[in-house]
């Protein structure tokens, strides 16, 4: 199967797992303000970060990433974020980057993979 038959969740899997330990499952946690957060997976490497992954036709929205930035605030444990989806744009690559949250689309996820394994 070629890499871009895969779902975002299995590049991401290949992609994490090759450096790090990849928690490839929903895990919830409750933040300091009281509300659940529920992360689709996680990402151990001197610390934990959180990852939402939005399989979307369309370009992830500010809000989205908003979410995954709130969200890094309020848990305690969680040091950053990495948003994958299926489109991005410049805009909202920039966004992320300011707000200490990585933002992946299926190119670029492609993309790292072929430099790295293939």
């Known amino acids: 199967m070629d890499l871009k038959d895969k779902n975002l969740r299995e590049l991401a899997k290949i992609l994490f797992s090759a450096n790090y330990r990849y928690i490839d499952e929903e ?6 303000s009281g509300k659940v957060w529920k992360f689709d997976a996680l990402i151990l490497d001197n610390g934990k970060f959180g990852v939402f992954i939005r ?6 929205s500010i809000t989205q990433i908003r979410q ?12 950053g ?3 994958i989806c299926s489109k991005s744009s410049e805009f909202s690559e920039k966004f992320g980057k300011n707000n200490g949250i990585q933002v992946l689309d299926k190119g670029l ?9 293939y």
């Open 68 to 79: 995954l930035n709130k969200a890094c605030n309020d848990i305690d444990d969680i040091e």
């Open 55 to 60: 399989d979307w036709k369309r370009e992830i």
């Open 109 to 117: 996820l492609i993309s790292k993979l072929r430099t790295q394994f």
């Open 27 to 32: 895990k919830t946690f409750r933040g300091k």
């Open 81 to 83: 974020g990495v948003m």
